[in-house]
């Protein structure tokens, strides 16, 4: 009896360890966080609302562009947390037809089509909003914003 509650205890534990692991960037699908998404708006003066957020007072932002900011940033958050979602089901889908062994060509051609659709919509989400983020902000304000943004990616690259 030691035995098989020992047993069962290494299968529960090895299900939570899995479930909690598939996808790789499962915590940042929850999230919504960029993960670098939209790495190149951000390098060429389209500047990321959760950054600009936090620069607030360094851009010397108006209420009303913190405002429109925050609608921006909310419906990123939103939006990206929803595919992430979408984004696990699928990866976990495609997990668990292999581990079942029931996998096909087809399903697997499939269900990675898909996988490769949301990610790409969740690609979009976060690009569009930084689109939009440009939009609110002043010329001006986009140069300190990029001049803060490079200055700190100098520092933490050691360059």
Known sequence: MKYGTLLLLIVISVSVVHSQTIPPDKESLEKSE?????FYAD??????????????DKLKLSEEQVKDIQAIFDAMQENGRTKGEAIIAKEIELEELFSSSKATEADA???????GTL???LRAVHLVAHVQARQVLTKEQVATYTSIRNATRQHTHGK
Request: charged share 30%; no cysteine; glycine share 18%.
């Open 109 to 115: 051609k499939r269900i990675s089509r898909e996988i």
């Open 43 to 56: 390098m060429n003066g389209y500047p990321g609302p959760k950054h600009i957020l936090e620069m607030e």
């Open 119 to 121: 990610r790409g919509e």
């Open 34 to 38: 960029g993960a670098g998404m939209a």
